[in-house]
């Protein structure tokens, strides 16, 4: 019912930036939260970004001052600004909702496809 797609992956320099889209469809009554998350080759997937309903965020260390997340509320999609890419951002980045499609709905986490995210020289 509730399908979650990313856009905006590619590749890009170190350096570069990138802004990743997610596109939600379908009836969501609650959002609790927004987030984006990273899986390299050989590594566990990890939380990059996090928007909380209401508006507070989080990152983690690895990409603050350099990642912004945010969401349009009206459009129902959120998004990551990501600049001064390094090498070690290569990944591929799954978009991911915390929320509600029924008043009455058990609370569940949606993922999207991903998109990858490629910073090479």
């Known amino acids: 019912q509730v399908q979650l797609v990313e856009s905006g992956g590619g590749l890009v320099q170190p350096g570069g930036s990138l802004r990743l889209s997610c596109a939600a469809s379908?009836?969501?009554?609650?959002?609790?939260?927004w987030g984006w998350y990273r899986q390299a080759p050989g590594k566990q997937r990890e939380l990059v970004a996090r928007i909380i309903s209401g508006g507070p965020t989080n990152y983690a260390d690895s990409v603050k001052g350099r990642f912004t997340i945010s969401r349009d509320n009206a459009k129902n999609t959120v998004n990551l600004q990501m600049n001064s890419l390094k090498p070690e951002d290569t990944a591929v980045y799954y978009c991911?909702?915390?929320?509600?499609?029924?008043?009455?709905?058990?609370?569940?986490?949606?993922w999207g496809q991903g998109t990858q995210v490629t910073v090479s020289s």
């Open positions: 991911n909702a915390d929320a509600k499609t029924t008043l009455l709905a058990p609370r569940r986490d949606y």
């Open positions: 379908g009836s969501i009554s609650l959002s609790y939260s």
